[in-house]
């Protein structure tokens, strides 16, 4: 008998302690990150208890949402901020937490780092006080956000009470064409599945196009699994996750990492593999996308026109109407050649150097169009270290982009970067929600970082395929 | 804790679809280290632009019923908008469905959240409209919201239902319990010993 689970439920059911009265389960956590947002209330909870960390080197904890790009000298401009770095700086020693502060070559945006040390590998259930955590699924781990209280659980028993999800099998078959990369594939998926039609379930994404994709590109697909409402969304592992993890510090080595490489092969989800639910999409068919809405799942191609209000339900109207007066667009306009204030390349979906390398095929040798401001924030110091070596820094500042330092920056505006006033950002992140990126009024369209790139140098939205 | 059975008070129609939990708080008041004071800022950009928000109509300034839509909390998993809430006084909502990071949330704070059609929702916030006063009951036990002639059936995940009703959403206390397991279930498995052989 061939193991008709999926990986999902292999790893779900290998991590499971024991069924609590309320009918959850009680699933261990093989890595728990924290970062300085969501973690001081949880190391408050465990000071009130008097409790310890149960694993302390199961956990890792890293600075990135409040960092500055541009000055880092300590004490921060921002006495809050300061506040918040002092108290994980504080908590993490109190409570033996390896950290990797400012001044640590490995510091970065907490989805960035993780599997750039090899700390995240396949088989691991994977907890962080952060929505994004979905990106590590990536490598055929159970990886989701929670909340603050959740945090002090993990911290305080490496465990967390959870209902198991269901599972959605999302296969997208084909080749994707010149120009369209994986956001495009993620925003595409959540255009047709919708904003909260992974509510309840984890999503397997399969297919021959998540086969060909890098591990970089796995994880631009997985860290959105929660803009569709999906809290985890992972990938098989295959020889590219097995390479990718190979020789990184973290990693097992020798001949420990050939016995790791063959369970985690064993865990993919086998031809005959049993699911929930099931969705096919052609990957042919996708185009570079674009938001034009408040939320993610509001998209068209960059060819396209915004849709009519009446295309939508009775329900949905005043909800499209409300995005439409918000970002001051009218049904059925085009979105290419919208005029864009900003043009901001990072965050933890697309702040790797596959992104930058991407963007910077399209800035090399051009300029960014006069007044818009663009930044090119990387994801890691890491990642800024290879792309400065690659002259990459050069050739983004050549174009007229601002090369920053590490950190969240303008994805969510609690660092100094943020719009302004009405500003229009093209943005590689993944939130387009109203105020997301610090003014109340901003407005955010999502795109690839090649079309950010493309958006930069001629003021608008613009077809990338055009620039190639 | 507390058993939570049935929360009775005063509704707050904010019949939305996909709030998410930036616009519940957004992400400038997260630098705190303790989520003191969080409850005067739920919502506040969308105050500062609609000076007609439900959360300054002064009609509501007592309520604890939050009568919310669809996908209600979606985005970041910050616990930072349940308890903005929370503090704002919010004891129970009521919506057509959660997003599910914000609904274990709320499960943790012992605030529940509970699922009626839409239909239902739109007459729950009527009458919250038309008669402020009105109490509203979300009674967990027998599945149903109470408001003057109404009574609507509820949904709520078993789980949750039994963890508020039970006394049982103190979490920590319970994993806690299970400690001597969570270290037999580590010990199983392979990266917990580095995958010697």
């Known amino acids: 008998m061939t193991d008709r689970r999926n990986l999902f439920n292999k790893v779900w059911d290998l991590?499971?302690?024991?069924?609590?009265?309320?009918?959850?389960?009680?699933?261990?956590?093989?890595?728990?990150?924290?970062?300085?947002?969501?973690?001081?209330?949880?190391?408050?909870?465990?000071?009130d208890r008097n409790l310890t960390v149960l694993f302390p080197e199961r956990t890792l904890a890293t600075v990135d949402h409040i960092v500055p790009t541009d000055v880092q000298l300590r004490p921060f401009a921002d006495e809050l901020a300061e506040q918040m770095m002092s108290a994980v700086e504080k908590n993490c020693r109190d409570f033996g937490v390896r950290l990797f502060d400012l001044k640590d070559s490995r510091q970065g945006v907490v989805h960035i780092v993780g599997p750039e040390q090899g700390l995240t590998q396949p088989g691991m259930t994977i907890a962080c006080g952060d929505s994004h955590t979905s990106t590590h699924g990536a490598f055929g781990s159970i990886a989701f956000g929670i909340g603050t209280s959740q945090v002090a659980d993990v911290l305080a028993t490496q465990?967390?009470?959870?209902?198991?999800?269901?599972?959605?099998?999302?296969?997208?078959?084909?080749?994707?064409?010149p120009g369209v990369f994986a956001k495009d594939v993620i925003l595409h998926i959540i255009r047709k599945l919708g904003v909260q039609g992974g509510v309840g379930y984890a999503y397997e994404y399969a297919g021959e196009v998540f086969d060909r994709m890098s591990m970089e590109e796995r994880m631009t697909v997985c860290n959105m699994s929660i803009e569709g409402g999906a809290r985890c969304g992972y990938i098989n592992p295959d020889q590219t996750t097995v390479d990718y993890v190979k020789g990184r510090p973290f990693a097992p080595q020798g001949a420990d990492f050939d016995r790791a490489a063959a369970w985690w092969l064993s865990l993919a989800s086998s031809a005959d593999a049993e699911f929930d639910d099931?969705?096919?999409?052609?990957?042919?068919?996708?185009?570079?996308?674009?938001?034009?809405?408040?939320?993610?799942?509001?998209?068209?191609?960059?060819?396209?026109?915004?849709?009519?209000?009446?295309?939508?339900?009775?329900?949905?109207?005043?909800?499209?109407?409300?995005?439409?007066?918000?970002?001051?667009?009218?049904?059925?306009?085009?979105?290419?050649?919208?005029?864009?204030?900003?043009?901001?390349?990072?965050?933890?979906?697309?702040?790797r150097i596959s992104d930058l390398r991407e963007a910077a095929a399209i800035a090399r040798g051009r300029k960014v169009a006069a007044g818009v401001k663009a930044l090119v924030v990387p994801g890691s110091k890491l990642v800024s270290e290879q792309a400065v070596s690659e002259g990459l820094d050069k050739v983004f500042e050549a174009a007229g982009f601002e090369w920053r330092a590490a950190g969240c920056s303008m994805c969510l505006a609690m660092n100094p970067d943020k719009l302004k006033g009405r500003e229009v950002c093209a943005s590689s992140s993944n939130r387009n929600f109203k105020g997301r990126q610090g003014s109340p009024?901003?407005?955010?369209?999502?795109?690839?970082?090649?079309?950010?790139?493309?958006?930069?140098?001629?003021?608008?939205?613009?077809?990338?395929?055009s620039m190639l | 804790m507390k058993l939570i059975t049935e929360i009775t008070g005063t509704g707050l129609p904010l019949l939305l679809d996909d709030i998410d939990t930036d616009r519940i708080i957004p992400a400038r008041f997260l630098r705190c280290v303790t989520f003191d004071g969080l409850g005067e800022h739920a919502f506040e950009d969308d105050r500062q632009q609609d000076h007609t928000h439900p959360f300054d109509d002064p009609h509501y300034q007592g309520a604890s019923?939050?009568?919310?839509?669809?996908?209600?909390?979606?985005?970041?998993?910050?616990?930072?908008?349940?308890?903005?809430?929370?503090?704002?006084?919010?004891?129970?909502?009521?919506?057509?469905?959660?997003?599910?990071?914000?609904?274990?949330?709320?499960?943790?704070?012992?605030?529940?959240?509970?699922?009626?059609?839409?239909?239902?929702?739109?007459?729950?916030?009527?009458?919250?409209?038309?008669?402020?006063?009105?109490?509203?009951?979300?009674?967990l036990s027998k599945h149903q919201v109470r408001a003057g002639h109404l009574t609507?059936?509820?949904?709520?995940?078993?789980?949750?239902?039994?963890?508020?009703?039970?006394?049982?959403?103190?979490?920590?206390?319970?994993?806690?319990?299970?400690?001597?397991?969570?270290?037999?279930?580590?010990?199983?498995?392979?990266?917990?010993?580095g995958f010697k052989a």
Request: proline letters at 5%; aromatic letters at 6%.
């Open chain 2, 152 to 193: 609507v059936p509820v949904t709520i995940l078993d789980s949750a239902r039994a963890a508020l009703t039970t006394g049982k959403w103190d979490f920590l206390g319970q994993l806690l319990e299970g400690a001597a397991a969570v270290r037999e279930t580590a010990a199983t498995l392979p990266y917990m010993t």
């Open chain 1, 159 to 177: 465990t967390l009470a959870l209902s198991r999800p269901k599972v959605r099998r999302i296969e997208v078959t084909g080749k994707l064409r």
């Open chain 2, 65 to 139: 019923v939050l009568i919310a839509g669809r996908n209600f909390g979606c985005g970041s998993s910050r616990e930072h908008a349940p308890q903005a809430l929370m503090r704002w006084g919010i004891e129970a909502i009521i919506g057509e469905s959660f997003a599910e990071i914000f609904f274990g949330n709320c499960t943790t704070l012992g605030v529940p959240c509970v699922c009626a059609s839409r239909s239902d929702l739109e007459k729950l916030a009527a009458l919250a409209k038309a008669e402020p006063e009105m109490p509203v009951t979300v009674d």
């Open chain 1, 441 to 465: 009024t901003g407005r955010t369209l999502l795109m690839s970082p090649a079309m950010v790139a493309a958006a930069a140098i001629n003021g608008c939205v613009s077809d990338v395929r």
């Open chain 1, 278 to 351: 099931k969705i096919t999409f052609n990957g042919s068919e996708i185009e570079p996308t674009v938001t034009w809405g408040i939320n993610p799942a509001q998209s068209v191609g960059v060819k396209e026109r915004l849709p009519a209000l009446a295309s939508f339900s009775n329900d949905d109207q005043k909800g499209i109407s409300d995005a439409f007066a918000y970002m001051d667009l009218k049904e059925q306009q085009p979105i290419e050649g919208l005029k864009i204030n900003v043009a901001f390349i990072g965050s933890c979906t697309n702040g």
């Open chain 1, 15 to 47: 991590h499971t302690v024991r069924t609590l009265g309320s009918g959850q389960t009680q699933l261990f956590i093989g890595l728990h990150l924290i970062h300085e947002v969501t973690s001081p209330q949880a190391f408050s909870i465990l000071r």
